[in-house]
């Protein structure tokens, strides 16, 4: 068994690696205090489901590359919502028309970590 990477040492590794997949509109919440699921909610939005597939993907294998392992497997994920729980970290990632109809943004306003900690891609830079 890999030894655990820290939260705070794991989540700019992973944000990267969802970067490089293009997903769009990130959002990262500190819940730590706030929630007793998880510190850390991470909010995304993808065009495709093959981007998503792509996206489960690779956070899988990067998390388990630092000893953090998946507590759903078995979670569907075709209808375009993409739930991954890792215990401190969850990531929802979905297509626009669902994130659109949930509203997730609606429940984390303000709780937003700072770039500081986790540098996103400006929406700009990304599209040149």
Request: proline residues 3%; negative net charge; without cysteine.
């Amino acid at each position: 068994m890999r030894t655990k990477l820290s939260a705070e040492k794991m989540l700019p590794r992973v944000i990267e690696e969802i970067q490089k997949l293009k997903v769009r509109a990130l959002r990262i919440v500190d819940a730590s205090g706030y929630s007793l699921l998880a510190d850390i909610f991470v909010i995304g939005t993808v065009d495709s489901v093959i981007q998503l597939e792509a996206v489960r993907n690779r956070v899988i294998e990067e998390m388990e590359k630092h000893g953090w392992y998946l507590k759903n497997p078995l979670e569907p994920w075709e209808g375009g919502w993409l739930l991954l729980d890792f215990g401190d970290m969850i990531f929802h990632i979905m297509l626009e028309e669902l994130r659109s109809f949930y509203a997730l943004d609606h429940l984390i306003e303000g709780r937003e970590i700072t770039e500081e900690v986790v540098p996103l891609q400006n929406e700009e830079k990304r599209n040149v």
